[in-house]
């Protein structure tokens, strides 16, 4: 069982979606929060909503972490203030939906900041208190595009599986010391992802999952020591297992022909 209560989580991207929520459910922990992003109003709105919820302590940073060098000025706000991270939810993320050549070099170059650079940037940051401290860990968001190739969001798809490698490969370090390293991988969530990644889509009514059930079933999961949570067994089922059953190029022609109709190609 992880005590959660007095610990203080930095969650990027705690704006909306994945991150709100899953600020909110440490907050019920009685878990200190750091929140970043760049909606520095929908941050300032959230820390006073759970600071008088749930009595916990609340710091708000402004930053966009697709600038280089945001990492070390997010970290060094937190020196600053005199803040302890015990676990880093690195959650920030963007992608696109599209053909590979419909956005610019200047798009993917911020999504590969965003998704990889600073993430891990932030990681080489806090870990060193935390394995001094003998604890919590980090969890990184990534995504069933973690786990096979996805036509339409390549590029997308191809930082997530970067996150699950580079998560994984931290558990395999750092396990057994107290540091607990965990990638989420959540299938289609109703946030404002699917807006940002493409304005013109049209995600059917029912089709995504919550956001709440995701940050539920990734702290679940992270209280369990899982290197990796997939929610939802539908997705599981359709990223985790199938593919391992069938032959690579039908994996990625059926997967090629759900996103291309989601793409709106
Ligand atoms: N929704 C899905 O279907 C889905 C599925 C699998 C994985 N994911 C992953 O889940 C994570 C959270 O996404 P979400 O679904 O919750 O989407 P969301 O509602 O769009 O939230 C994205 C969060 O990231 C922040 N962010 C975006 N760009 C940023 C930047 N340059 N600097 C700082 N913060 C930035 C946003 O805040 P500001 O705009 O205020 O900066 C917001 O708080 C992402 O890593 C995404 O890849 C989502």
């Known amino acids: 069982m992880v005590a959660w209560a007095g610990k203080t989580a930095l969650?990027?991207?705690?704006?909306?979606?994945?991150g709100r929520e899953l600020a909110i459910l440490l907050a019920e922990r009685r878990v200190d929060l750091v929140l970043v992003a760049r909606s520095v109003d929908?941050?300032?709105?959230?820390?006073?909503?759970?600071?008088?919820?749930?009595?916990?302590?609340?710091?708000?940073?402004?930053?966009?972490?697709?600038?280089?060098?945001?990492?070390?000025?997010?970290?060094?706000?937190?020196?600053?203030?005199?803040?302890?991270?015990?676990l880093l939810v690195n959650n920030a993320g963007f992608g696109k939906w599209g053909e590979f050549l419909d956005f610019s070099p200047e798009v993917y170059v911020g999504m590969l900041s965003l998704n990889i650079t600073t993430l891990v940037a932030l990681t080489h940051a806090y870990l060193p208190g935390m394995?001094?401290?003998?604890?919590?860990?980090?969890?990184?968001?990534?995504?069933?595009?973690?786990?096979?190739?996805?036509?339409?969001?390549?590029?997308?798809?191809?930082?997530?599986?970067?996150?699950?490698?580079?998560?994984?490969?931290?558990?395999?370090?750092?396990?057994?010391?107290?540091?607990?390293?965990?990638?989420?991988?959540?299938g289609g969530t109703d946030t404002n992802f699917a807006a940002v990644a493409n304005a013109d889509i049209q995600v059917?009514?029912?089709?995504?999952?919550?956001?709440?059930?995701?940050?539920v079933a990734a702290i679940r999961?992270?209280?369990?020591?899982?290197?990796?949570?997939?929610?939802?067994?539908?997705?599981?089922?359709?990223?985790?297992i199938l593919p391992r059953l069938l032959p690579r190029a039908t994996v990625i022609g059926l997967v090629g022909h759900v996103w291309k109709k989601m793409a709106g190609k």
């Open 11 to 18: 969650v990027t991207g705690a704006s909306s979606g994945i």
């Open 204 to 215: 059917p009514e029912g089709r995504f999952g919550t956001a709440k059930d995701v940050a």
């Open 221 to 240: 999961g992270f209280e369990a020591g899982q290197t990796y949570v997939v929610p939802g067994f539908s997705n599981l089922f359709s990223a985790g």
């Open 131 to 186: 394995v001094a401290r003998g604890g919590l860990g980090v969890i990184h968001v990534a995504s069933t595009a973690a786990l096979v190739p996805v036509p339409y969001a390549t590029v997308y798809a191809a930082t997530k599986a970067f996150v699950l490698s580079f998560s994984e490969g931290l558990y395999g370090e750092y396990a057994g010391r107290g540091v607990h390293v965990m990638a989420l991988c959540p």
């Open 42 to 86: 929908k941050l300032d709105a959230l820390a006073a909503e759970l600071s008088t919820a749930h009595g916990v302590k609340v710091h708000v940073i402004g930053a966009d972490l697709q600038t280089s060098g945001s990492a070390a000025t997010v970290f060094a706000e937190t020196e600053r203030r005199g803040l302890t991270v015990d």
